[in-house]
């Protein structure tokens, strides 16, 4: 018993440490590919007519989706759930109107069928 728990204290002693050197590493990390996937995004052009969704759209669609997801998961909290979310930007392009979804966990975008919306 003596054996195991010194082997824990050392594996937390060496845990620790690491885990902190690597936070200098993980922050710039997912900065930079959320930066990287806002750029691809806006850059890309629209599958309808060929313009560039654009950063102004791309953004707004983000900051759409994380004010609803807010709204959800404070919801859902307050009732005493698990929150169990995926997120959906629901993009609009600038030149032809034509409406998609954008799932940033996947990179998929998927056009709305707007004559089946209700």
Excluded at 37 to 60: H, I, K, M, N, S
Aim: charged content about 20%; some cysteine.
């Amino acid at each position: 018993m003596v054996m195991r728990n010194g082997l824990l204290t050392l594996g937390l002693i060496v845990a620790i440490p690491l885990l902190i050197l690597c936070i200098p590493i993980i922050i710039p990390y997912v900065a930079i590919s959320q930066r990287l996937q806002r750029r691809r995004l806006a850059r890309t052009p629209c599958p309808e007519c060929g313009t560039p969704f654009g950063y102004a759209e791309v953004d707004r669609a983000r900051d759409a989706c994380q004010e609803s997801t807010r709204k959800i998961v404070a919801d859902i909290m307050a009732r005493g759930g698990r929150p169990r979310i995926v997120a959906m930007w629901h993009l609009r392009c600038p030149a032809c109107d034509a409406q998609f979804t954008f799932a940033p966990s996947t990179n998929n975008l998927n056009p709305i069928d707007t004559e089946t919306v209700i």
